[in-house]
């Protein structure tokens, strides 16, 4: 109930998470939000569109972390982040 709000309130803004491609090994930033199970869950696609939800390989890296604590994440993993998410994650762009 708590998470719910949370998703409508959007003062807090977009929530993120990140998984990582089987094949190419990279990672890619998901939109996240919690369903009425409170667990996250990540759009089908990332922010770049270039894989699939299903294409992830092992646990995810994060979920469900704010903007800022998204960009310290990817910052951290670097390079095996793709860079079209990062270029995405900043800057505002319409949905
Ligand atoms: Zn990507």
């Given at each position: 109930m708590f998470r719910e709000l949370i998703n409508i309130v959007d003062g807090i803004g977009t929530l993120y998470g990140l998984k990582k491609h089987k094949e190419s090994e990279e990672f890619h930033l998901f939109k996240a939000k919690y369903n009425n199970k409170d667990k996250c869950e990540a759009d089908p696609k990332p922010i770049c569109t270039?894989?699939?939800?299903?294409?992830a390989a092992g646990k995810d890296k994060f979920s469900c972390k704010n903007e800022d604590e998204a960009r310290m994440e990817c910052a951290r993993e670097g390079r095996a982040v793709c860079g079209n998410c990062v270029i995405r994650l900043y800057t505002t762009y319409p949905d």
């Open positions: 270039k894989m699939r939800k299903g294409d």
